[in-house]
């Protein structure tokens, strides 16, 4: 089963990107992830204040906004798609994520299935 692991963090744990023991521990949890042949893709993504852009259609009119669309505590931080037996497997995964131990917090999403 495939489960997006959608990575969430404060504005501080954003900030604190540059942490050298905070790189050392994701590069320590990308190395497990990928090793481990369960992640299919994954990203960082880039601060949302400076590089959110949302799209939507409305009445077939394009409507993009440049900036944040939500005023939250949190915000996507990065992404992994993964592929595991079961939620138990993709909870070990997540509990895992060195977010969570700057406050993040992990959304696990099972992800649909793509029709053949």
């Not at 590089?51 to 505590?73: C, M, N, S, W, Y």
């Not at 931080?77 to 700057?102: N, Q």
């Amino acid at each position: 089963m495939r489960y997006a692991l959608l990575v969430y963090e404060t504005e501080a744990g954003v900030k604190g990107r540059g942490d050298p023991d905070y790189q050392a521990a994701y590069k320590a949890y990308i190395d497990a992830i990928y090793g481990s042949g369960v992640a299919i893709a994954g990203s960082g993504l880039q601060d949302a204040a400076t590089t959110t852009t949302t799209f939507r259609l409305v009445h077939g009119e394009r409507q993009i906004q440049d900036g944040p669309f939500a005023d939250t505590k949190e915000q996507l931080a990065g992404f992994f798609l993964i592929d595991v037996p079961d939620l138990d497997k993709a909870l070990e995964w997540a509990a895992r994520c060195p977010s969570t131990s700057r406050g993040g917090i992990v959304e696990i999403r099972l992800a649909l299935e793509q029709p053949t």
